[in-house]
C-alpha cells in the first residue's frame, strides 16, 4: 500500500523560508515521478511543481525562482524548498504519486 506523509509546514513571515518533505512508502520510489500541489481556502488544488524518476523538474508559474522540488531515492524523500515565501503562498501543501495523496502539511505566510 502507497503512502504518502508530508512534513515542514508552518508558520512563517514574508520572505522566509521553509522545506516541506514527503516520505514515501510502499511503492519503489526510484521509477515514479511525484508533484507538489496545495489548494488554498476557497481556491481549486493547483500542482506547485513536478520531478520525474530522472530527475526533470517543472514549475508553475508563480513558483519559478522561488521553490526548488528534488528527491532522495535512496531516502525515499521528495523536498520541497520555499524561498522568499508571499502570504498568496498560504495554503495545504500535497504530495501526489499517481492517485495516492498525502494528508497535506499547512503553510502559513503572514505579511
Known amino acids: 500500500q502507497v503512502q504518502l506523509v508530508e512534513s515542514g509546514g508552518g508558520l512563517v513571515q514574508s520572505g522566509g523560508s521553509l522545506r516541506l518533505s514527503c516520505s514515501i512508502s510502499?511503492?519503489?520510489?526510484?521509477?515514479?515521478?511525484m508533484g507538489w500541489y496545495r489548494q488554498a481556502p476557497g481556491k481549486q488544488r493547483e500542482m506547485v511543481a513536478s520531478?520525474?524518476?530522472?530527475?526533470?523538474?517543472f514549475y508553475h508559474n508563480f513558483v519559478v525562482d522561488r521553490f526548488t522540488i528534488s528527491r532522495d531515492n535512496i531516502k525515499n524523500t521528495a523536498d520541497l524548498q520555499m524561498n522568499s515565501l508571499k502570504p498568496e503562498d498560504t495554503a495545504i501543501y500535497y504530495c501526489?504519486?499517481?492517485?495516492?495523496w498525502g494528508p497535506g502539511t499547512q503553510v502559513t505566510v503572514s505579511p
Open positions: 501526489n504519486i499517481g492517485h495516492v
Open positions: 510502499g511503492i519503489s520510489f526510484a521509477t515514479n515521478g
Open positions: 520531478i520525474t524518476a530522472s530527475n526533470r523538474t
